[in-house]
């Protein structure tokens, strides 16, 4: 399994640090895919961006942490009232937030500087 080769070659810290890592992205293709369809990977925040436009400045990076507060703020909300989320728990929402914390530098690099 990758993980485990991963595992050789970068052998200190938690051992469930590269499982979730590498579940990140399984969990970023899956949703690449339903969000672009084999198009721009970065679409979805772009165009985001392009509709709020109007309305303020907000770049295809803001997008991203916008969505990662968002799903910050859910597990922050269900671990202060003592409550796992039917659709997705607290683990779910922190391994968006994981996800969006890494498109957000890819867009920071890529699209804005």
């Known amino acids: 399994m990758i993980a485990e080769e991963l595992a050789k070659l970068f052998p200190h810290g938690h051992p469930a640090f590269i499982p979730m890592c590498v579940a990140e992205i399984e969990l970023y293709s899956a949703k690449s895919y339903e969000y672009t369809d084999g198009g ?60 969006y914390a890494k498109l957000a530098r890819i867009l920071h690099s890529e699209v804005e500087l």
Request: net charge negative; proline share 5%.
């Open 40 to 99: 721009d990977p970065m679409g979805n925040f772009k165009r985001v961006a392009g509709m709020l436009a109007p309305y303020t400045e907000v770049t295809p990076t803001g997008v991203a942490l916008v969505y990662m507060s968002k799903q910050l703020d859910a597990a922050m909300w269900m671990l202060s009232q003592g409550y796992e989320g039917k659709l997705e728990d607290v683990d779910a929402r922190l391994a968006d937030v994981g996800v």
